[in-house]
């Protein structure tokens, strides 16, 4: 059989997305996934009868500021999103007792003034404001940096307009996104819970942001002032079946159920890939989208393998999620007569919390209080489940993927469950009876299933030792591998983990520009 131009290894979001350029480019490009569901961590299965459960990812925040959707056309491919608007809500006070008050972020940055002017005082709702103002416009340019090849100099052009967009600059700016995000928000604000708020959902990422170099993890929620996070109907792998069926009318193919078995190669230069099925495709270039160390195994190169095995940051886990079916959506009291379901329910009464759950994840062990975020997206798709009942994801962080207890996941998988659905019943009284159908995904359930390497759903650690041009290793950097023809793409590199598609995208043109090379 003839060899293919590209053959792409997994059906992530990513690989779908470079497998699209490419196959726009009038590449022969052939996609290989082991798992018989497309997708991988942007994937909706059926759990229970009427509910459209997603396996990873639930809100889709950084692939709308992209433009990769339009550029794609894929809502002519069936891809819809619904505004995130308000896109967070964050409880607090004792709920049981009636006195719970709440913020509520929406897009529109006076309505946010005002809900933060309501609980925290005008001083807190101005300084927001210019915070907003100011980090916004800093991270238009970061974000053209996430976009793009991560080389010097491509990486300070971007930067410079960092620099340029914020109210001051040089040393100060650099200072600034070097320190702890809670030291920026000190520097800002009064009110420790509009500190928490903003905390809680920065730690998403995955450091807590007590950490050096973390304060652009809260500086970049000022963007979605401008475009909301969304929630494609139908589920969160609405996104990727729309890629595929670009890929399809691109003349792309996919291939389910029959993976990489290994990524072949003549010398220094690579030749394609052969299929758990024995198939070998040969290929001019593989642009693998798996796990960077999961690539180099299938690559079988052992001095490259050994020294990213010791030298990338894949940690210890993040996180867990609890999916759930019931009968009606959580009750907070603060949400009587404004519903705010379509947001990020940021369940963490404080920082002290955030540090205490973080504190014991480093420890090895399950937080015993998690800090919880709650999607309830039947609110907004009534699609995802059946007629009077809802479909409610809680992710909770940080439970470490190996324990130091000595204590199995197996074995411990529904008593942590427990501690998570406690946490929004203590915000929401009354959610637990609420509850018919249960899928626990813990850090090691989300190995198996998804191929996340130690439950780490950003593939490698998001700390700035792992950004940019260090991403997954210099020598890995730029989407491009020692062996000719091998490109990289995926939550392993350049800019990192989350329902993006500018790795994707930005591998493709690299798989463009070296064509010749390849060839």
Not at 382 to 388: K, T
Request: overall charge negative.
């Amino acid at each position: 059989m003839a060899a293919r131009d590209v053959v792409v290894v997994g059906s992530g979001h990513h690989a779908l997305v470079a497998a699209c350029y490419l196959a726009r480019a009038g590449l022969d490009v052939e996609v290989v996934e082991r798992d018989t569901v497309l997708g991988g961590a942007v994937s909706t299965v059926q759990r229970w009868p009427g509910y459209a459960v997603d396996r990873g990812s639930s809100a889709h925040i950084m692939v709308r500021h992209t433009g990769i959707v339009e550029d794609l056309r894929l809502a002519e491919c069936g891809l819809t999103y619904l505004d995130m608007d308000p896109w967070g809500f964050a409880p607090f006070g004792d709920a049981e007792a009636g006195e719970q008050q709440a913020l509520t972020f929406h897009v529109s940055l006076d309505a946010t003034c005002d809900s933060i002017a309501a609980l925290c005082g005008d001083r807190d709702a101005e300084a927001y404001r210019a915070f907003v103002t100011d980090w916004a416009g800093r991270n238009e340019a970061v974000f053209a940096a996430f976009q793009d090849v991560p080389t010097a100099g491509r990486l300070g052009r971007h930067l410079w307009g960092a620099g340029k967009a914020s109210s001051v600059g040089g040393l100060e700016m650099s200072r600034q996104f070097l320190q702890p995000a809670d030291q920026l928000l000190d520097e800002h604000f009064i009110d420790e819970r509009l500190k928490t708020a903003l905390a809680w959902l920065g730690a998403q990422s995955g450091p807590p942001t007590h950490e050096v170099a973390t304060a652009d993890l809260v500086g970049w929620s000022a963007l979605l002032h401008s475009r909301p996070p969304g929630r494609a109907v139908g589920g969160s792998g609405a996104l990727t079946v729309a890629l595929a069926e670009r890929l399809r009318r691109l003349g792309g193919t996919v291939r389910l159920a029959d993976g990489a078995a290994a990524i072949t190669r003549s010398g220094d230069r690579v030749t394609g890939v052969t299929t758990d099925s024995g198939e070998h495709l040969a290929a001019r270039a593989v642009v693998a989208g798996c796990h960077v160390l999961t690539t180099l195994e299938l690559l079988g190169d052992e001095a490259l393998l050994a020294r990213a095995t010791t030298a990338v940051r894949v940690g210890n886990g993040i996180g867990m999620v609890v999916r759930l079916g019931t009968t009606a959506l959580p009750a907070y009291p603060a949400m009587a007569g404004a519903p705010a379901y379509g947001a990020m329910q940021l369940l963490a009464p404080s920082r002290t919390h955030l540090r205490a759950a973080y504190g014991e994840f480093s420890a090895g062990r399950t937080p015993t209080e998690p800090a919880v975020l709650v999607m309830s997206f039947s609110a907004l798709d009534p699609s995802i489940a059946p007629r009077g009942r809802h479909n409610v994801s809680v992710w909770a962080q940080w439970h470490p993927y190996e324990l130091s207890t000595g204590e199995q996941w197996d074995d411990i998988a529904e008593r942590e469950a427990d501690k998570i659905v406690a946490q929004v019943e203590r915000a929401a009284p009354g959610f637990t009876s609420t509850i018919e159908h249960r899928h626990v995904q813990t850090p090691l359930d989300l190995e198996r299933e998804l191929g996340l390497r130690r439950g780490n759903v950003m593939h490698v650690e998001m700390g700035l030792d792992s950004m940019f041009s260090y991403r997954p290793l210099p020598e890995l950097a730029g989407y491009r591998t020692p062996v000719r023809g091998l490109f990289l793409t995926g939550a392993s590199t350049h800019p990192g983990g989350g329902v993006f598609g500018a790795s994707g995208r930005t591998a493709a043109r690299v798989v463009l520009a070296n064509r010749r090379r390849w060839r």
